[in-house]
């Protein structure tokens, strides 16, 4: 069956560490994989977009990874700070169908 | 820019009654998402516009859902009636050239 499973429900680091979430997938052949950051009680915000033939991605603290043979991308925040503290969703793209999103990881970053 | 709008922010309702939730998406973007986001999951899909035309219904559960696009801009989605499992929050998105998705607020469901 298909499936797309982000590491950990929740995950807790300290300020300045570099948080690493995982978002693996199984029976899915993505075009692109995007990842979306989400506060309480507001909708989804935009992150990154990496595509299939893309190994990597930067956008200033953000990096995002995409291994399509480990059917695997890792999404990095360097430096991060109690204000990167939201719920990270990573959702994929197939061709010719809608985006099908994993549940998301909760990441705390305390002082 | 203004970001997309929906209303209303909240909604209670008794099971069998019926709610109907607006949209206004981001100016001049053309495809629209309609999610439904229930506590701990990721956003599910139940339908998506382009202009006003729809694209993907697959899982909208028609037998109790409905949504409309009049005129390629705002749209509404319907629920009736509810049962207790509709209690979610319901987001908007829209899109332009971009894969990237811009999501509203959502409105927030609570059946009773």
């Known amino acids: 069956s298909q499936k797309i499973e982000q590491n950990s429900e929740a995950l807790n680091i300290q300020e300045g560490k570099t948080a690493t979430l995982t978002c693996n997938y199984t029976n899915y052949s993505p075009a692109y994989l995007q990842w979306y950051r989400q506060d309480p009680g507001r909708g989804p915000v935009f992150l990154l977009l990496?595509?299939?033939?893309?190994k990597e991605k930067r956008k200033e603290r953000l990096k995002v990874t995409f291994d399509t043979t480990l059917k695997q991308s890792l999404f990095h925040i360097t430096a991060s700070q109690p204000a990167d503290s939201a719920t990270y969703l990573c959702?994929?793209?197939?061709?010719?169908?809608?985006?099908?999103f994993g549940k998301g990881t909760t990441l705390s970053v305390s002082s | 820019e203004a970001g997309v709008a929906q209303s209303p922010r909240y909604k209670i309702i008794e099971k069998r009654q019926s709610v109907a939730f607006w949209c206004n998406p981001i100016?001049?973007?053309?495809?629209l998402y309609w999610y439904q986001q229930i506590l701990g999951q990721g956003p599910k899909l139940l339908i998506q516009f382009q202009n006003n035309g729809v694209v993907d219904d697959s899982q909208l559960p028609k037998d109790r859902f409905s949504a409309e696009r009049l005129k390629g801009v705002d749209s509404t989605l319907k629920i009736q009636p509810a049962k207790l499992e509709d209690s979610a929050v319901y987001l908007c998105?829209?899109?332009?050239?971009?894969?990237?998705?811009?999501f509203g607020p959502g409105t927030r469901l609570t059946v009773l």
């Open positions: 990496i595509r299939e033939n893309e």
């Open positions: 100016s001049g973007h053309a495809t």
């Open positions: 959702a994929l793209g197939e061709a010719g169908t809608a985006l099908i």
């Open positions: 998105a829209s899109r332009q050239t971009s894969d990237a998705q811009f």
